[in-house]
């Protein structure tokens, strides 16, 4: 274990080394040189430079014209800068070999930048008036056709030829900023950018064109027109219109992706791991909206720093906090209240970003979903200070909780639920130089979840439940880590990115506990031994341009997995693959394996949110996939953007309850037995589409996909459909700017019907006990065998919904700035989830019941927001 904490301080050695050992390698042309003459021949200036430089120039004759007269500016400060000035337009080139240059005939003129010393341009690009750092910003100098995009924390470095240049500073949303430089020498420029006045309150355009990360960045105000959620404006719903993401009812995240399950979405806030981000059984997510600041979603290709998902990365960070000035955010609406408050605590050096969501009570919401009691909070509190320009501090703390219950007939209660998060973590980002960048971040995440379900064991002849019993269980785990990365910009078209983690999870399971009524205190379970298992990870990655056309990006993750005696060391290769043949059209391929150690396993028996995360054993081994993207975009500027993506992914180590064992009892040497592992494999086509006008932005988004499951002791190790093997998905949305001030939108999905099990043949149970002994006893009553011949081999009908919604934004006046919403959720009342399930009767005989659960019927809304 020991080598283990010194293998991840060799990143943190080597970048500390990295600026000074680059700079020991530069150039001869770097060394500084005033030329005594400013006019005279080329034969003049070489002479000088072998007299006074120390430094040799060795030259054939006749290969240019050394008499040839020129003229140098007084601006010419280093020795490159000289040779370029009165080398240029000769068809000649420079070799350096043993503090000498050696100039030999070349077939094509002097390149304008060939011996010009090059400098870099670093800095931090921020919003004006608040100073918030401003990630994906494009840094561009049109002359030398060189640029560079800012990193998630502001972060640039751009390398340039020795002289004078004119950079153009963009970002969507803001005004473009034109800075002139004289370069002589590294030089830091940080850049404030203005927001447009004129900018429209709905943005939609999800593609920004080629991704050079492959992934997906999602800004506050990008889908609101789609993702408003009974008022609320919830921006992790934007990642339900995006093709290959599936939004199910019964899962507590409601988030699958690409054939994976829940537990298989890495969601990170600010960098810290969250168990269950949701709120309402996944209706809601915990990200106000009024604390976003990005999200970054990947699902086609994994950067290597993020390991512990085979399916998705959730990415999301939150504002620091107004540097300048105090400002906030207020919203309400039938579901929730919340308000946002953030300002400096010192000017330009220390400020503080503050949120907190209620739920509205019960009574309002119960006017239309008459069975659902819902209480739940979001806390969340950021602190950041600088140090200095170099250096910045900060501090994070979430706290959310809910407990909801849920009815039938406003009789019984069926099912009661109650989880939360609490997360905090201390962060530091280092400019190390020119050409470098750290972070380091301090994490502890905590989750629980108590769940108790009452199910059925009679019902009476019309299916009435007249005998029942309540499973209860309550599980918690806890996560702490320490995590260090860092960026190294070796060059314009080469990036360096490499880090490390230390992690320690415990986990603590409880007895599951069976009882006449629901159990709402954690107290009363009995507590099983703790399972408390080790992780260290490294990580590099190189972005590579090639030219103009061609992004090439290779990295590996390496992790390494403890709990108790079990040891498993992981080698999991990344690799992403760009070409751009036009400036619109871009092709893709990448592959990437993933592993993962914990394990989240729901009782079938339970319903929803009946989770428990387990680690990995050696006989529980850790989850892996293998996935191979292909991929297309094409987008016209403003107009109109396109993408597709063929996919195939293999799962090893899935899990699933072993047939016979549905229910979770967490005894220290059986648990392992209620589970087994099996294969996955899902495999689809996806596309994407949108249309942005001055009036009319139109998205669309189509997956067909197979997604298949396979244990060695369910349907006789044959292979059969994963239980939400939706065939197509489709989602419709589109905005309609009626003026200035308002718009409507509208957004209709739909979804082929998920996979279920049903008997095929009964039997009649033959039991001396009850004086069942032959067939002529059917007449008396009798239980049935119910005799399945495969698993899931059925389909619901399918699933679609279409939400209304408009919205007023008045011209802002002076502080304050206003927005009404409103809408209508789930227009036609369709349901979200079809359930067919087997009951006994009093009379012995067995019924099918199918039911039609929406968790939200035909809801409208409004919602109210103001901003100071």
Sequence with gaps: MRPLFLYLLYPVIFSFLCVPLAAQKKSILYRPFHAPLQKGTIGDFLNEINARSGITIEYATGIFPVDKEVTVGSDIVTLGALLQTILAGEKVKAIEKNDKIILVPSPAPLPDDALLPHYSVYGIVNEEGSRESMSDAVVWEAATGKGAICNIYGYFSLALPEGKHRLEITHTGYRPRIIDLDLHWDQRTDISLSPREDIPEVIVSGSKGPKKNGGETIMPGQYDAYTNFLGENDAIRSLYILPGVTNVADASSSLLVRGGEQDENLFLLDGNPIFNPTHMLGALSIVDKTSLKSIQFFKSTFPSRFGGGLSSVIDVYTKDGNMQKWGGETNVNFLAASTMIEGPLKKDRTAVMASFRHSMP?????????????????????????????????MNVYSGEDKLNLQIDNRNLNNSQRWGNRMASVGWTHVLGSQSFVTTSVNAS???????????????????????????????????????????????????????????????????????????????FQSSAPLPYKEYDLYAESEIRAGAHFLFRPGMHLSSFHFRGFADNSLQPRLYAAYRFSADHQLSISYNKMTQYLHLV????????????????????????????????????DKFSFSTDLYWKEMN????????????????SAWEQNIETGKGRSYGWELMAEKTGKKLNIHFSYALSWNWRQFEQLNKGREFPFKYDRRHVLNLASTYKIDKTKDISALWMFATGDVFSLPERIYPDYDNAQQILHPGD?????????????????????????????????????????????????????????????????????IIIVSKDKLFNLTPYISATVDY
Excluded: C
């Design 362 to 394: 019960n009574f309002i919401l119960n006017l239309f979903e008459k069975d659902f009691f819902s209480n739940f909070y979001d806390a969340h509190l950021k602190l950041t200070h600088l140090l200095n320009r170099n250096d910045k501090l900060t």
């Design 446 to 524: 905590h989750y629980y979840n108590l769940a108790g379900f009452i199910y059925t064991t009679y019902n009476d002849s019309t299916g009435i439940p007249v005998n029942s019993r309540s499973f209860n269980t309550y599980s918690s785990i806890t996560h702490f880590n320490l995590r260090t990365q860092f960026e190294v910009i070796a060059s314009n078209n080469i990036t360096l990115r490499y880090g490390g983690e230390v992690a320690l999870t415990r986990i603590k399971p409880f007895e599951s506990k069976v009882d006449s009524t629901i159990s709402i205190d954690p107290s009363s």
């Design 602 to 637: 729901t009782n079938p028996s339970l319903g929803i949110n009946s989770d428990l995360w387990v680690p990995s054993t050696a006989a529980l081994r850790p989850e892996e996939s293998h996935m191979v993207d292909l991929g297309y975009s094409f987008k016209r500027k």
């Design 653 to 668: 180590n899935v899990t699933n309850y072993a047939e016979g064992k549905s229910f979770f009892i967490n005894t220290d």
């Design 778 to 846: 059917l007449l008396q009553n009798y239980r049935f065998i119910y005799h399945f011949s495969g698993i899931n081999q059925y389909r619901t009908p399918p699933y679609s919904r279409l939400d209304l919604s408009a919205s007023f934004h008045p011209v802002r006046k002076k502080r304050y700035g206003f927005n009404w919403t409103a809408g209508v959720y789930n227009v036609f009342g369709s349901p979200s989830l079809y359930s067919y399930s087997l009951a006994g009767t009093l009379h012995g005989r067995s």
